[in-house]
């Protein structure tokens, strides 16, 4: 690549405090710098849409105090960093307001960014590590006015013929200030190279077409929202090719080569936010279609479920535009193509998570599987099973209400006496422990109390759950134990206080079975439910049913498997219990994933929950 030299802005504010400001490097993106006290300090950025993104460095700072305001800005709490490759987020005590920070400095230079930087160089970096692994592939879709290449990163098991195959699409910094989706797409790379025999059941099944960064020359020359030439690349998708900017032809032509051979199954579109939360910006059914709307909600419950990050409430809604991607893909393909722009946040999400480089990545991770369980990609060891595979005994009836259900349709039957059941069976699998979780709609008129009964290699479990809540998620039901190779069978029984849905369930593998003499063949003295709500804010109700009279401990522990709350320990009789958890009693609880544990004489069990502030 021809070296590019980036525009030099230094601001010596003082001779005599010898503290200079400059954002000479890649990337970088300072205007004005001035002080009149050389502690205080007001500082512009260089605008085209806004003046989000800024990314400077601060010399001459050793032992000093400095307040900094970045009066174009609206940053919340910035990222320091005293080389360039470790950034840490400023405290709450340092940004005590927007655009604002305080600190005394421990070395000579410091470099401070509006988020963590993803610079140009960087991706060339990863480009390398990831060209390494044999399942990747690294082409130039072109090279842009100022030298910069945009790249595309396919990603597939080349033993398997493409035709065979679903296409997906991702793409990411169309706006250059938008750092959090290439740590969100970096993470989701890094998953879709893992030696993991999921994974490599996916990359037989899918071709991942991944473009890292759409605006190299925005990214690259520091601007925020806007290319070098400052024109929105996001509104570049609709006109001819001779009206449109070169970045946005490139991509619309490689997307309509694939798009003509087969659509892509998946598209998405990663941005990030300045609103404190996680979003899907789906496109309402008024200007698309009721079918498409559904698959759009399908697809954002798969992200959501389970996920401590972001929540069935973080969604948004607009009207779909031809002039951004997605309503270039509507208006030339319809719905066969479901496609989403997905945004991630710079400083917090909706669940007051401190947003970092790792949860992104997380959220990459968790991206690929909502993908393969979107398209209903089933492996033995992270098993599908939707109600058009069950075996349904009794009168059941096909519904497609709500966006709540799994795939096509969900099926219920009323309140009965135990006489139809649906059955939902695994092919031969391998022995080993599996988590089972079940997928439903929720409807008030819905059981409290729907019956789940499971069997693995003779052992039944009855696990009971409400389905007037949790819908468009994967509820945990129980752990099971598979002694030798065999098949888990899933019955949900019309035994129960209301009607009785049946949809989908997932049963991941998570290890080598337990030993015949271990925990899982103790008889069954308990069973343990998941609390309701969840999420919850501040209150839970956890309710679970002994058999017999026994001695009980219900605790609750933070993520460090520290005790959070005692809630009961003391001897109990036969029957159903529910405690009352209140979150808002423990002083300093912040959002997240906590969990409780129950302990029945030698047995016990712990299921986790989310708390929302």
């Avoid at 996001?234 to 032509?253: C, H, K, N, P, V």
Wanted: proline share 3%.
């Amino acid at each position: 690549m021809k070296k590019i030299l980036s525009i030099l802005i230094i601001v010596t504010t003082s001779a005599l405090a010898q503290v200079t400001f400059d954002a000479n490097f890649e990337s970088g993106n300072i205007n004005t710098a001035t002080t009149t006290d050389s502690i205080n300090y007001e500082v512009t950025t260089r605008e085209d849409i806004g003046g989000r993104w800024f990314y400077f460095r601060i010399s001459g700072v050793l032992n000093k105090y400095l307040r900094v305001h970045v009066t174009n800005s609206d940053v919340k709490r910035a990222m320091y960093s005293y080389d360039d490759i470790n950034y840490t987020r400023f405290s709450a005590s340092e940004s005590p307001s927007t655009n604002v920070f305080q600190k005394t400095y421990t070395a000579d230079t410091v470099f401070v960014a509006y988020y963590t930087p993803y610079n140009y160089s960087f991706l060339l970096e990863r480009l390398d590590e990831w060209s390494a692994n044999q399942f990747v592939k690294i082409d130039t879709l072109g090279i842009t006015e100022r030298n910069l290449a945009i790249h595309e990163i396919t990603v597939t098991d080349g033993s398997v013929d493409d035709s065979l195959k679903d296409h997906i699409w991702i793409h990411a910094r169309t706006h250059p200030g938008e750092t959090p989706s290439s740590w969100h797409f970096d993470g989701l790379v890094e998953k879709l190279l893992s030696d993991d025999d999921v994974i490599s059941f996916y990359r037989r099944k899918l071709v991942f077409h991944l473009i890292p960064f759409v605006n190299p020359e925005g990214v690259y020359y520091g601007r925020s929202r806007t290319n070098y030439n400052y024109v929105d690349l996001e509104q570049q998708w609709a006109g001819e090719d001779s009206s449109i900017q070169e970045e946005a032809r490139m991509l619309r032509t490689r997307l309509k080569q694939i798009n003509d051979i087969e659509p892509v199954k998946v598209f998405l579109n990663l941005h990030s936010q300045a609103s404190a939360f996680c979003t899907f910006w789906i496109h309402t059914a008024q200007s698309t279609s009721n079918y498409f709307y559904r698959r759009e909600y399908q697809f954002a419950y798969l992200n959501t479920s389970g996920n401590p990050y972001f929540t069935q409430n973080d969604f948004s809604e607009s009207s779909i535009k031809p002039y951004f991607p997605e309503g270039w893909l509507w208006y030339n393909y319809n719905d066969s193509v479901m496609a989403l722009t997905y945004e991630t946040p710079y400083d917090q999400y909706s669940t007051d998570i401190w947003v970092n480089n790792e949860n992104l990545a997380e959220l990459g991770e968790r991206t690929v599987y909502a993908i393969a369980e979107y398209l209903e990609l089933s492996h033995p060891k992270h098993i599908l099973l939707d109600n058009k595979h069950a075996m349904l005994t009794g009168s059941w009836t096909s519904y497609t209400s709500t966006n709540k259900f799994y795939s096509d349709d969900y099926v219920t039957t009323p309140k009965g006496d135990g006489s139809k059941h649906a059955q939902f069976d695994t092919e031969l699998i391998q022995a080993g422990q599996y988590d089972v979780y079940a997928w439903w709609p929720q409807s008030a008129g819905f059981a409290y109390n729907a019956r789940f009964i499971l069997n693995a290699g003779g052992n039944e479990k009855i696990i009971e759950k409400t389905q007037q809540t949790n819908g468009g998620q994967w509820n945990y039901l129980t752990d099971v134990n598979l002694p030798s190779d065999g098949s888990i069978s899933i019955k949900v029984s019309d035994l129960a206080s209301g009607t009785v849905a049946a949809d989908a369930f997932r049963i991941i593998y998570k290890g080598a079975p337990s030993n015949v003499d271990g925990e899982f063949y103790l008889p069954e003295n308990f069973t343990l439910y998941q609390n309701y709500p969840n999420p919850f804010n501040p209150y839970t109700t956890i309710r679970f049913k002994l058999k017999s009279r026994a001695n009980v401990k219900l605790r609750v522990f933070n993520p460090l498997g520290e005790i959070v709350s005692v809630l009961v320990d003391q001897e109990l009789g036969e029957g159903t219990h529910e405690v009352i958890f209140n979150a808002g009693s423990k002083s300093g609880l912040s959002s997240g994933v906590y969990y409780y544990n129950l302990t029945v004489g030698v047995r016990s069990e712990t299921k986790g929950m989310v708390f929302i502030k």
